[in-house]
T-cell receptor, first 111, second 110 residues
Framework: EADIYQTPRYLVIGTGKKITLECSQT?????MYWYQQDPGMELHLIHY???????EKGDLSSESTVSRIRTEHFPLTLESARPSHTSQYLC??????????FGPGTRLTVL | QKEVEQDPGPLSVPEGAIVSLNCTYS??????FMWYRQYSRKGPELLMY????GNKEDGRFTAQVDKSSKYISLFIRDSQPSDSATYLC??????????FGAGTTVTVRA
């Protein structure tokens, strides 16, 4: 079983607030990912990282930012949350064999 | 047209039946194929991982890949109520990006 953690699991906040979604993994994986998932829709890649100090935007346009200062930690930040950011956010890390393991997700609701 | 197509279902079967799930794709460069299971309000869990064409079996689960037809399948034998979940197919080339299907919701009735 993969050891990848996300906090908080659920978050309800007001418009305009700054939030940070935490993701950490204990497997030493270099590659980490953030996905956005809406009900009945495929997962969309919003950010990824190949290692420390490496971050890239994914396919889905996102107003969020990420950082990768330590191998095990890949937080996602929204500077000013809006109702359109309401979604489930999934963090994942990848083995050298292209197997991606997911965390439990953060369900974000912006009022 | 989406890169990966997956019938969303829902699919409802009696306990003990064989569940058959499939995805089609358009990108012939895909080499790695995965199936994930996702329970409600949880993250996806990797079930099966296959490289290139062929079959792979793991307990009650069998994954098949037919690259010539751009078609992958997952079979669940002797299905149990605990198999009730959404099943996502995913695939990639040899780079960083996974392309996902939208998922098929499966209910196994006791």
């Amino acid at each position: 079983e993969a050891d990848i953690y996300q906090t908080p699991r659920y978050l309800v906040i007001g418009t305009g607030k700054k939030i940070t979604l935490e993701c950490s993994q204990t497997m030493g994986h270099d590659k980490m990912y953030w996905y956005q998932q809406d009900p009945g829709m495929e997962l969309h890649l919003i950010h990824y990282s190949y290692g420390v100090n490496s971050t890239e935007k994914g396919d889905l346009s996102s107003e969020s930012t990420v950082s990768r200062i330590r191998t095990e930690h890949f937080p996602l930040t929204l500077e000013s949350a809006r109702p359109s950011h309401t979604s489930q956010y999934l963090c994942a890390s990848r083995t050298g064999y292209n197997e991606q393991f997911f965390g439990p997700g953060t369900r974000l609701t912006v009022l | 047209q989406k890169e990966v197509e997956q019938d969303p279902g829902p699919l409802s079967v009696p306990e003990g039946a064989i569940v058959s799930l499939n995805c089609t794709y358009s990108n012939s460069a895909f080499q790695y194929f995965m199936w994930y299971r996702q329970y409600s309000r949880k993250g996806p869990e990797l079930l099966m991982y296959t490289y290139s064409s062929g079959n792979k079996e793991d307990g009650r689960f069998t994954a098949q890949v037919d690259k010539s037809s751009k078609y992958i399948s997952l079979f669940i034998r002797d299905s149990q109520p605990s198999d009730s979940a959404t099943y996502l197919c995913a695939m990639s080339k040899d780079d960083y990006k996974l392309s996902f299907g939208a998922g098929t919701t499966v209910t196994v009735r006791a």
